[in-house]
Each structure stands twice: as structure tokens, then as C-alpha cells.
């Protein structure tokens, strides 16, 4: 039962177990990192690397400072982030009413479905240069990719979620007299939370992904894959690692503030947790 | 009011493909304003199929279902149905998944708060209003299942083994409230189950049903008075005999097949 989880808070002494638990827990699952950076040191540190191949990490995070006062990277960062979300969220809500239509109507699905799943086998990326002649060679083109790197896996895992719906569910909204417009409002959208909760994350990565790749390409354009294309150029491999971890950072920060916080709040609120 | 039932089932019958027998042959029977009828009988007697036409969620092979004297096409209409697992919206507080039918019919907010608030009562649930429904006990999720039918005021009540799911306890204790609650509000039911004393104890009229194929193979009225007691000896003696009856139809079931076995050796 759900019920004695998280009632003995409060007391210091309580709190300062907590906090020993805590940091064992994060030692435990942090020890292969460490363990990596460790190797990392110790294998630039004695010489066993061309630094041009490998650089230290007290250089790459030397470099990441410069990268920051001097170059601006954070200009470079928010402008990456932004076409990510806008991105994200054109291909999310264009995936999703899709998704929602594809699984009501006979008709669209089996035009409509396999065409998507289909696309879905092609990488985002091979799209890229069909997006730079109708957009340009600009920061359109990359959007454009990333939206519609989105909306794939969007639309697919909105079908799937749709017909994942419990049946007794839908008869019993239906015997109580939901249907068109407000079934879907009010049913059959809410029933597919859960599982669109999923499709965001996975969208995302899929975001990502078909993001560097295109910024990597579309250089004209602020953005952290500019930056990226522009360390191999000059042959400056502390610029490119100091980039990567950047996206590391992005890519941990979001999962843990945005996405895990949203799944546990949707799991808890629709009772995916705790009592079954 | 007419005379006119509130139910009327005329040669209702449904085969399901790939089905040996007819899941249901062609049955007729009728509900009257405000009576309590139960279905009974072991799985596969048809009597959910039974209860799915009634609901316009099936459509007979052929024959036909009437409500308040209308031939029944779909869902709605004066019917609720409460299922067997509750089917709460996990999403929806308990408030707002018995409103949830009053909004899909348009009623003004002021109704809505006041009807609702009134199921509520009825089942007992007032205090857990706010919460969700994985908040809630198997009983207290099938209370709030009974007011979500409740408060759209149906003049039929379908229940598809609404306590089948429930500890024993806790069915007794629904069985009570149900009593008290169709004294309350005197809606016709039309009530699954494939608990006998459990019928007989809430109901006017017992259609017992068997397999293979599925039919009514007996009918008991029940006149004692309400409110009635579960071990109340005549209950018990209604009880045992519908399980002789059901009994006697599966030795014939089974001597059939033996026959049919043998014939098809020969």
C-alpha cells in the first residue's frame, strides 16, 4: 500500500540520515563516471595521448570558461535551446493532433499510418537537404528538421496510446452520453496522457539528435553546433569536448528537472503508482 | 405514468463467430417501471451479452430491445450502466467523475454541483469528494461508479457484476446499500451476477440462465418484503434451488456432449 511511504520526515535526526543515504546512493550509481574521469586524467596526465587527440579535463573545462567569456557560447546555447523547444513543440502538437485523428478515423489511419512509420525508418537528418532548398540555408531549415524529427515518433505514439485505451473506459463514456468532439476533449485525450508523457521524451531525443546533426551542417546560424563544426575546422579537439559536455549537461538538466518531475506528477495524479 | 415496462426484450439472440454454440438463443422477457431483475448463471450463459444489448453497446443477430418504449440503438437515454472493475476516469476526481455525464448532456454548473453532491450522499462518498480514484478502496471506487450512474436520474440501471471484484466483506456491505439505495430512488435494474443468493436476496425477478447455448432456463419471482435479510431462510431455500436447477442443466449439458461424442465416434 501507498500509505507509509514519506511519513517519517521531519526530525533532524531524520534529515541528516537522509542526507548520508543520499550521498551513498550517489556515489553508488555516480562510481563509473568517476571512475571515468579518473582514467581520463591519469592517461593525459602521463603522456600516453597526442593532447591533439585527447586533451586533459582540467583543459577541456579550461576551454569551456574561454568558450563562455570569450566566444559567447551562452549566445550559442540559448540559441540551440530555442529552436530545440520550438522545434520540439511544432513537431509535439502537429504529431499529436495527427496522432488523435489517425487513431478515430478508419480512413486516415490506413492512408496515413504507414506513411509515418515509414518515415520514421529514414533518419531526420537525410531530409536536411530538401529543408535548406525550400527554407535556406539558415536557421529555418534546421528547425524545420528538428519539428519534423518530432512529430514522427509523436504521431506514431500518439496512435499507439489511442488504442491502448481501455475499452470499458470508453463504453463507460459513451453509456454517459460523451461523444464527437468532447470524447475526445474530455476522454480520450486524458486517457493518452500516460503514454504521450513518453512520446514527449522520446520526441525529444529525437529532437536532439536531428538538431546537432543539422547544426553541424547549417553553420550560418548561432547555435552549439556551429560551434562544434567550427573546433573541428581548426583542429581544436578541447573545443569540441568542452561543446559535447555543455550537451551533456542540457540533455541530464532537462531529464531531471522537466521530464522526470512531469512523469511522476502524471503516474501519481493518474494513479499509474501506488494503489492498482 | 403508462403501463408500458421499462424494458422490453423480444427474441433477443447473438452467435459470436468462431463460437461453437449460440452465446445467446432467442430470449424475450420484460422489466417493469421500477423492478429489480437479476441475470444469473455460470460464465458463458449470456448473460453480459444479454445485458450489452440492453446497454445499446451490442446489437442482436435479431430481435429487439426496448426502453421506455423506444427500440434501443445505442448508449444513453435514460439507461446508466455501472461495470464490473468501476471504470472511474483515473484523471478525475471523484467530484468530476460523477459529473462528468451531467457536462456531456449540457446541464448548467449550479445542477450539476447540487446533483452531483446528492449521488454523493446517497453512496456514502461525501468525504472523499477531491479524491482520485486510486485514492480509493475496490468499494468506495464501485460507490462512486454507482453515483456516476445515479446522478444522471435513470429510470433503468444496468449492473454488470458490480461486486464481483469485491473482497466478501465489502459485497455484503454493497449489497445492503444497494438495497437501501433502489428503496431510495426506485429505479427499474437490470442486475449480472453469477452470485445467486446475492440475487435473490436484491431482487424482484431471477432469470436463471444456462450455457450452451444460452437461454433463461427458469424464472423465480421474489415476494418477500424489503428490507430484506441476507440470511433470511427463505433466501437460502431460493438459493438452493436454483443451484439444483443448475445443476441438473449441467449434467444434461454434459450428457449431451457424451451423446454427441459417441455419435460422432460411430
Not at chain 1, 555543455?246 to 522537466?258: A, C, K, P, R, S
Not at chain 2, 445499446?56 to 440503438?73: F, I, N, Q, W
Amino acid at each position: 500500500m501507498s500509505t507509509t511511504a514519506g511519513k517519517d520526515r521531519g526530525t533532524a535526526a531524520t534529515v541528516s540520515r537522509g542526507i548520508g543515504t543520499a550521498m551513498l546512493a550517489l556515489l553508488r550509481k555516480s562510481w563509473f563516471v568517476i571512475a571515468l574521469l579518473l582514467l581520463w586524467w591519469i592517461v593525459t596526465a602521463a603522456g600516453w595521448v597526442d593532447p591533439y587527440k585527447l586533451p586533459s579535463p582540467g583543459d577541456v573545462l579550461g576551454t569551456l570558461g574561454t568558450l563562455f567569456t570569450e566566444r559567447a557560447l551562452l549566445t550559442d546555447l540559448g540559441a540551440t535551446l530555442l529552436r530545440l523547444v520550438e522545434g520540439w513543440a511544432i513537431g509535439v502538437v502537429a504529431g499529436v493532433v495527427l496522432g488523435l485523428a489517425t487513431g478515430r478515423s478508419r480512413f486516415l489511419e490506413e492512408g496515413i499510418r504507414p506513411v509515418i512509420a515509414g518515415l520514421q525508418a529514414v533518419p531526420t537528418i537525410a531530409f536536411l537537404p530538401l529543408a535548406i532548398l525550400w527554407f535556406g540555408f539558415n536557421g529555418t531549415a534546421v528547425l524545420a528538421i528538428v519539428a519534423f524529427g518530432t512529430f514522427k515518433p509523436m504521431a506514431l505514439a500518439t496512435y499507439g496510446a489511442m488504442h491502448q485505451i481501455s475499452p470499458t473506459l470508453l463504453m463507460a463514456g459513451e453509456a454517459l452520453g460523451a461523444k464527437g468532439f468532447f470524447m475526445q476533449r474530455t476522454l480520450i485525450f486524458p486517457a493518452i496522457v500516460p503514454s504521450l508523457v513518453t512520446g514527449l521524451k522520446m520526441g525529444w531525443s529525437f529532437a536532439w539528435r536531428a538538431l546537432m546533426a543539422a547544426e553541424i551542417v547549417v553553420t550560418g546560424a548561432a547555435g552549439l553546433g556551429g560551434v562544434l563544426e567550427l573546433g573541428r575546422e581548426i583542429g581544436a579537439i578541447d573545443v569540441v569536448m568542452a561543446v559535447i559536455l555543455v550537451i551533456l549537461v542540457v540533455g541530464i538538466v532537462t531529464e531531471q528537472l522537466f521530464f522526470t518531475r512531469l512523469e511522476r506528477w502524471v503516474n501519481r495524479r493518474w494513479g499509474l503508482v501506488g494503489a492498482r | 405514468m403508462s403501463d408500458q415496462p421499462a424494458l422490453r426484450v423480444v427474441d433477443a439472440c447473438k452467435t459470436y463467430e468462431r463460437s461453437e454454440h449460440a452465446a445467446l438463443l432467442p430470449t424475450s422477457f420484460e422489466v417493469a417501471r421500477g423492478e429489480f431483475v437479476s441475470l444469473v448463471g455460470p460464465s458463458g450463459c449470456g448473460k453480459s451479452t444479454l445485458l450489452g444489448m440492453i446497454a445499446g453497446l451490442l446489437a442482436p443477430d435479431s430481435g429487439t430491445v426496448e426502453a421506455l418504449g423506444k427500440p434501443v440503438t445505442g448508449p444513453g437515454e435514460g439507461r446508466a450502466i455501472v461495470f464490473q472493475d468501476a471504470a472511474l476516469f483515473p484523471w478525475l476526481s471523484v467530484f468530476h467523475n460523477v459529473e462528468y455525464g451531467l457536462r456531456a448532456h449540457k446541464v448548467p454548473k449550479a445542477e450539476r454541483r447540487e446533483r452531483v453532491e446528492n449521488a454523493l450522499g446517497l453512496v456514502r462518498l461525501d468525504h472523499v469528494a477531491d479524491k482520485h480514484p486510486y485514492e480509493l478502496s475496490g468499494g468506495m471506487r464501485q460507490r462512486a461508479s454507482i453515483a456516476r450512474a445515479l446522478v444522471m436520474q435513470p429510470e433503468i440501471l444496468l449492473m454488470d457484476e458490480p461486486f464481483s471484484a469485491l473482497d466478501a466483506q465489502t459485497r455484503t456491505i454493497l449489497q445492503d446499500e444497494l438495497q437501501r439505495i433502489w428503496i431510495e430512488t426506485q429505479p427499474a435494474v437490470v442486475f449480472v451476477t453469477h452470485n445467486l443468493i446475492e440475487a435473490a436476496f436484491l431482487s424482484d425477478t431471477v432469470h436463471l440462465l444456462s450455457s450452451g447455448p444460452g437461454r433463461i432456463v427458469k424464472t423465480y419471482d421474489i415476494d418477500i418484503t424489503r428490507p430484506r435479510d441476507e440470511a433470511d431462510p427463505a433466501l437460502l431455500e431460493l438459493r438452493h434451488d436454483m443451484l439444483d436447477r443448475l445443476r441438473a442443466e449441467v449434467d444434461d449439458d454434459v450428457e449431451r456432449r457424451a451423446q454427441a461424442a459417441e455419435v460422432s465416434a460411430l
